[in-house]
């Protein structure tokens, strides 16, 4: 069975930041778009970033931009969301997802909740 295995969550101080990997258990993720998501306690889940495999669109929510870098290594099968600059609104858990078939799951205007694959969950947590 497939999955995605994350990594690299863990409490880190405002300004401070961390790198996510998500790391597939038996796709090739070079025909896959990505992305990520969060859920912080009492809130919905939302869009982080994504990448389309189809166009090559990157898409940012806008309270990350210029903080976070969604980006993958081909070669190591590895996909990351370097995140700088963090602040405690940023605390959450951190979902990364890829979708093969659906073209329409990362868009300039966000990203679906329809990728058909998810990680498991990484708790980052910004406090001082």
Known sequence: QLELVESGGGLVQ??????????????AL???????????PGRERE???CQSHWNGT???LDSVKG???ISRDNAKNIMY??????NP??????YCVAEYADR???GTSGLTKAFSYWGQGTQVTVSS
Do not use: H, K, N
């Open 67 to 69: 903080r976070f870098t």
């Open 104 to 106: 329409s799951v990362c």
């Open 14 to 27: 405002p300004g401070g930041s961390l790198t996510l990997s998500c790391e597939p258990s038996s796709l």
């Open 89 to 94: 609104e940023d605390t959450a858990v951190y």
């Open 30 to 40: 070079s025909y896959y778009s990505i992305g990520w998501f969060r859920q912080a």
């Open 58 to 60: 990157i898409y940012y």
């Open 47 to 49: 869009g982080v970033s």
């Open 81 to 86: 969301l370097q995140m700088d600059d963090l």
